[in-house]
T-cell receptor
Framework: DTAVSQTPKYLVTQMGNDKSIKCEQN?????MYWYKQDSKKFLKIMFSYNNKELIINETVPNRFSPKSPDKAHLNLHINSLELGDSAVYFC????????????FGEGSRLTVL | AQSVTQPDIHITVSEGASLELRCNYS??????LFWYVQSPGQGLQLLLK??????LVQGIKGFEAEFKRSQSSFNLRKPSVHWSDAAEYFC?????????????FGSGTRLSIRP
C-alpha cells in the first residue's frame, strides 16, 4: 500500500494547456505539501495545507492553484502552462506542520512542449 | 529565515570506502536538521533527523550524522558504502513545529560509487 501516491507519474503537454496532478496519502497525516524539483534537482516548496487549510503559499504564480478536498488529498491544477513549468512535482505529507519528517510521493514529471 | 548549503555537487567514492557528505546551515536558533536520499526516479526518503539531545544521530541504511553547532554543520557519514548507496542526498533544515514552518532543502549532492 503506497503511503503517498500521485497521479499521473508522467505528463507531456503543450504550452497554454491546463493540467492537474492528484495526490493522496493514507498515513493519517494532517499536513500536505507540493514541492517543485527543477532540472538541477533543486527542491522548492510551493504550498502546504494543514487540515485542508492553506498555510504556505510561496510566491507561486496564480496559474498554480492547489485544492484540498479533505486532509488526505491535495491536488494541483496548473493553468496556461509555460515552458518553465517543466519540472518534477512532488507531493509530501507530514504528521504536523514543520515536523520535517516528510513522506514523499514518487513525483510527477511534467514536460511542457 | 533558515538556509542550507551543500558545497559538494558530485562525489565519487569506491565501494567499501568511507563517505562524508557536507552540510552547513544558517538559522538563529536550534534548527531541526534532516538528511534525505533520492534514488533515481523516486521520491525522497528520510535517512535521519536531529531535533535535540545527542548530537550524533543514527539513521537507516548504516548512515549517521553529527550536529556541530560551533561549525553550523550536520555532515552525513557512512563507514563503508555499497553500490546501492548511489543516489542524490539532500540536507534540509526546519525551524520547528509552527503553523508556518517550512523545511528548506539544500541543492543536493550526487553520490556515485566506483566498483
Amino acid at each position: 500500500d503506497t503511503a503517498v501516491s500521485q497521479t499521473p507519474k508522467y505528463l507531456v503537454t503543450q504550452m497554454g494547456n491546463d493540467k492537474s496532478i492528484k495526490c493522496e496519502q493514507n498515513l493519517g497525516h494532517d499536513t500536505m505539501y507540493w514541492y517543485k524539483q527543477d532540472s538541477k534537482k533543486f527542491l522548492k516548496i510551493m504550498f502546504s495545507y494543514n487540515n485542508k487549510e492553506l498555510i504556505i503559499n510561496e510566491t507561486v504564480p496564480n496559474r498554480f492553484s492547489p485544492k484540498s478536498p479533505d486532509k488526505a488529498h491535495l491536488n494541483l491544477h496548473i493553468n496556461s502552462l509555460e515552458l518553465g513549468d517543466s519540472a518534477v512535482y512532488f507531493c509530501a505529507s507530514s504528521q504536523a506542520q514543520g515536523s520535517g519528517e516528510l513522506f514523499f510521493g514518487e513525483g510527477s514529471r511534467l514536460t511542457v512542449l | 529565515a533558515q538556509s542550507v548549503t551543500q558545497p559538494d555537487i558530485h562525489i565519487t567514492v569506491s565501494e567499501g570506502a568511507s563517505l562524508e557528505l557536507r552540510c552547513n546551515y544558517s538559522y538563529g536558533a536550534t534548527p531541526y536538521l534532516f538528511w534525505y536520499v533520492q534514488s533515481p526516479g523516486q521520491g525522497l526518503q528520510l535517512l535521519l533527523k536531529y531535533f535535540s539531545g545527542d548530537t550524533l544521530v543514527q539513521g537507516i541504511k548504516g548512515f549517521e550524522a553529527e550536529f556541530k553547532r560551533s561549525q553550523s554543520s550536520f555532515n552525513l557519514r557512512k563507514p563503508s558504502v555499497h553500490w546501492s548507496d548511489a543516489a542524490e542526498y539532500f540536507c534540509a533544515v526546519g525551524a520547528g513545529y509552527s503553523s508556518a514552518s517550512k523545511i528548506i532543502f539544500g541543492s543536493g549532492t550526487r553520490l556515485s560509487i566506483r566498483p
